[in-house]
């Protein structure tokens, strides 16, 4: 069965870090590209991090650059996304995504991200 799981969300204090794991099952994470996506209440969800299939190349939105930094463990079958200096307005849903050019797109199920004072 294929999954994506997410997991390390959490609450924290502002200027408080978080680690997300994104952990793939059934199917070969090193064919895809990882993307980390963030949900905010009442707002569209917005782009966060990406990174190539062999982790050579990253992309960051913006709001995020310098904060967060996203990885992958290809052997084992997980990409991460280290979140520094964490600020109220980084409090969403953060979701991951498989996808690649001719292969089926995954989304994982999401894990809250909560900061405030």
């Known amino acids: 069965q294929v999954q994506l799981v997410g997991s390390g969300g959490g609450s924290v204090h502002p200027g408080g870090s978080l680690r997300l794991s994104c952990a793939a099952y059934g199917f070969t994470i090193e064919r895809y590209s990882m993307t980390w996506y963030r949900q905010a209440p009442g707002k569209d969800r917005e782009l966060v991090a990406s990174i190539s299939r062999a982790g050579g190349n990253t992309d960051y939105a913006d709001p995020v650059k310098g904060r967060f930094i996203i990885s992958r463990d290809n052997a084992a079958h997980t990409v991460y996304l280290q979140m520094n200096n964490l600020q109220p307005e980084d409090t969403a849903l953060y979701f991951c995504?498989?996808?690649?050019?001719?292969?089926?797109?995954?989304w994982g199920q999401g894990t809250q991200v909560t900061v405030s004072s």
């Open positions: 995504k498989a996808h690649g050019p001719g292969r089926p797109t995954y």
